[in-house]
């Protein structure tokens, strides 16, 4: 018995099981204790765990087993051996456990705090996302909607059925039980009902503008709900107990040309607005959402547009109206102004031709006359004749002129002449008259000034005569002085003339004239008067000097057609005037300076006086035209022959006819045909005789015509002696010349 007591194991004592059951205790107390305050911590980081009783349950539950193994450690009574040996086991490896535990869940609760705030951040963003794709498909649906109307709205440009078909669209859309508007009326102090969805109540019902509900819609941007017993709202009768819908009203601008503002532009109007008011069915819980709000204020923006639009169609198509009537207007004033210019051409054509006709005779007849023996006093009479019909004759010349001038159709005669010869030749005609009022008149030609130009020959001595002329009809004794040089550049502008900007150039110059009297003079405030058309300022009045006539009037205009500028100028009466004026000529090419493309005129004592044996044929269907020009060519000892038929013309025409003379304006003769059939007739130059044009007409076609059918020349009527004397030597010695137009 004693040896098998020595081989028994050794298990602790009982004061030291009852040690470690102690310290078990104390430890599993310890790890109750603390694994509910990590639970606390973990619920309180956690918002959202959805189970927070369980855990507080299970919380309560491990407290009160902690308590239960703390107050175990007061009531510890000795136990049998093996109870207490397996007791104690249980209680350290108890302890272990939840030592254990309690310091695991020290390092797991943070992982689980992490993981349910990224779990509260996906629920988050999940519920944003969902509220995003909500809005989403509401705006898709608040566009498809937006887009439908608009199309409906705009397809049309009529504002009847712009405002018609919204109505409809909205009330199908929303499903709305009244939908109306409210128009403006043309004082501005009303609202009128204008379009109703379902027309039940009576269009035209107004209401002040200025109500307070009115003012709360016009002053904001967004659709704002409004009462439904509101005097804008009343559009539906409800019988019995029925709940009223909601009402919302948007404002509608009505937007005017005013409206777009355009840099500092004042607006000539103040906006205007309609009124939209729309209902949603009686007796529905049915309430007005944002998209819905939203795709009214769309709509209404929409509208406003479209009225826009059709506003400006309606204003535009009324002003194609207008422009068409203006149109036609001008049209039929244009086709009446051009057969007034057709009328006024075809009498002013023929007035040429029937006045310088007898013109013709009066001249010719009187400088044959001039070439007889006549008496002092005869010879006075014949030369006031011959003065007074070449006035006549340059009176029909500017009136030709001006109309042309006027009506655009003058053009001017661009040539190379001699631009000495012109002021000689001035001179000389101007010298006789001024005789015989015992005036002096000096030429003076700067050295610099060009021999030859290019310009208008005819004109710029026409202006020349005038300006010339004028200074000795006003002017009774003292002198006249012409004075021609090149403009130089500081002396060109000018600054009576703002508008004259003259260029200088290496191909032209600007010929400068100046003509000084000492006459009567004017004064300077009836200047400006004097180159008006048949002005009479009150000194020529109080002279009886019988104005300008159309002298001044027309030298203004062809100064103009030359780019130049012509001015008078006189310190007032009985000072003398200077009247001055500047023309473009342009220089001759160096070329051509030795061989001019113009027959130069003949001087005086190189003109052959007599042409004796000469045989001229005439060819004029007006009788006293025809015997004059005969009668001028038979003084000059021509042998002339006179027809007035082109069949009695072609049957008498021959190799001894020199020159031939023919109206090429007769009625019913085309006289640039006959040419041509002369030269074809005449193949040989030296057997065809010279052709020359004598008409009346002085515009430029004909001279273009006469020189296209290869005639040699074209004499402008009426015709003197001494100019059919000087017409027949250039052409005996050229056989070419053509009188400016």
Not at 175 to 182: D, I, K, M, P, T
Not at 716 to 722: E, H, N, W
């Amino acid at each position: 018995m004693e040896a098998c007591n020595c081989i028994e194991p050794q298990w602790p004592a009982d004061e030291l099981l009852m040690k470690y059951q102690y310290i078990s205790d104390f430890f599993i107390a310890l790890a109750y204790f603390s694994i509910p305050l990590e639970l606390i911590y973990f619920v309180k980081k956690s918002a959202v765990f959805p189970y927070r009783w369980v855990l507080v349950q299970f919380g309560a539950f491990i407290v009160l087993c902690g308590a239960t193994h703390l107050i175990n450690l007061w009531t510890f009574n000795m136990h049998s051996r093996t109870v207490a040996i397996v007791m104690t086991t249980a209680k350290v490896l108890t302890a272990v456990v939840s030592c254990a535990t309690a310091l695991m869940l020290v390092h797991i609760i943070p992982d689980l705090l992490s993981v349910k705030t990224r779990e509260l951040f996906l629920k988050n963003k999940a519920a944003e996302l969902d509220r995003e794709m909500g809005l989403i498909r509401t705006q898709e649906e608040t566009g498809r909607h937006v887009r439908m109307l608009t199309h409906e709205i705009r397809s049309t440009l009529d504002r009847h059925t712009i405002l018609k078909t919204t109505l409809v669209e909205l009330g199908r859309t929303l499903a709305l039980e009244e939908c109306a508007l409210w128009m403006p009326t043309r004082t501005g102090l009303e609202l009128q009902l204008s379009y109703t969805l379902h027309q039940q109540n009576p269009v035209g019902y107004t209401v002040p503008i200025h109500l307070p509900v009115v003012n709360q819609v016009f002053s904001s941007n967004c659709a704002v709900k409004i009462s439904p017993n509101s005097p804008v709202a009343r559009l539906r009768q409800l019988a019995g107990k029925h709940i009223p819908g909601e009402v919302v009203a948007v404002r509608v601008p009505l937007l005017h040309l005013s409206n777009f503002q355009i840099n500092d532009w004042p607006e000539l109007s103040t906006k205007r607005y309609a009124l939209m008011v729309l209902m949603l069915p009686s007796d529905s819980a049915r309430q007005w959402h944002v998209h819905e709000l939203e795709l009214v204020e769309v709509v209404a923006d929409q509208v406003a547009v479209a009225l826009s639009h059709a506003a400006i169609l309606e204003e535009s198509m009324r002003a194609r109206d207008l422009l068409m009537e203006q149109n036609i207007a001008l049209d039929l004033a244009s086709r009446e102004a051009e057969t007034a210019i057709r009328a006024r051409n075809d009498f002013l054509a023929v007035m040429n031709h029937e006045m310088r006709t007898p013109m013709h005779a009066i001249i010719a007849l009187s400088s044959l006359l001039q070439e007889t023996d006549l008496t002092p006093e005869q010879r006075l009479m014949v030369e006031t004749i011959l003065k007074s019909s070449n006035l006549l004759a340059t009176l029909i010349n500017d009136v030709l002129d001006l109309s042309r001038l006027e009506d655009g159709s003058l053009q001017l005669d661009i040539a190379t002449f001699n631009l000495h010869s012109i002021f000689r030749e001035v001179h000389n005609m101007i010298k006789p008259v001024a005789s015989i009022k015992r005036l002096s008149v000096a030429l003076n030609i700067a050295a610099d000034l060009p021999v030859y130009a290019i310009g208008d020959e005819k004109r710029l001595m026409q202006i020349i005569l005038n300006v010339v002329g004028n200074a000795v009809k006003f002017s009774k004794e003292g002198s006249i002085s012409i004075t021609a040089y090149v403009a130089k550049s500081e002396s060109l502008r000018d600054f009576r003339a703002p508008d004259f900007f003259p260029v200088q150039s290496d191909n032209h110059f600007y010929l400068r004239v100046q003509v000084k009297d000492s006459g009567s003079g004017i004064n300077p405030q009836d200047i400006p008067n004097l180159f008006t058309k048949f002005t009479q300022t009150q000194t020529l009045a109080s002279q009886n000097s019988g104005g300008s006539g159309l002298g001044l009037a027309i030298c203004k205009r062809f100064v103009n057609l030359m780019e130049g500028h012509i001015w008078i100028e006189s310190e007032g009466l009985g000072k003398g005037c200077t009247a001055t004026f500047i023309v473009k000529l342009g220089f001759p090419e160096r070329s051509n300076e030795s061989k001019q493309p113009f027959a130069p005129k003949l001087q005086a004592n190189h003109v052959q006086t007599n042409f004796p044996g000469l045989k001229v044929l005439v060819m004029d269907d007006n009788g006293v035209s025809r015997s004059v020009t005969k009668g001028l060519l038979v003084h000059l000892g021509c042998d002339v022959t006179t027809v007035s038929s082109i069949d009695e013309f072609l049957h008498v025409i021959s190799q001894e006819h020199k020159v031939v003379f023919m109206d090429v304006c007769m009625p019913g003769i085309d006289g640039y045909e006959l040419a041509v059939r002369i030269h074809e007739r005449f193949t040989k130059r030296h057997e065809r005789p010279v052709l020359v044009a004598l008409t009346g007409s002085i515009d430029k076609m004909t001279k273009e015509n006469c020189m296209r059918v290869g005639m040699d020349g074209v004499i402008l009527k009426p015709v003197s002696v001494d100019k059919m004397r000087s017409v027949l030597s250039e052409l005996l010695e050229h056989r070419v010349l053509f009188e400016a137009m």
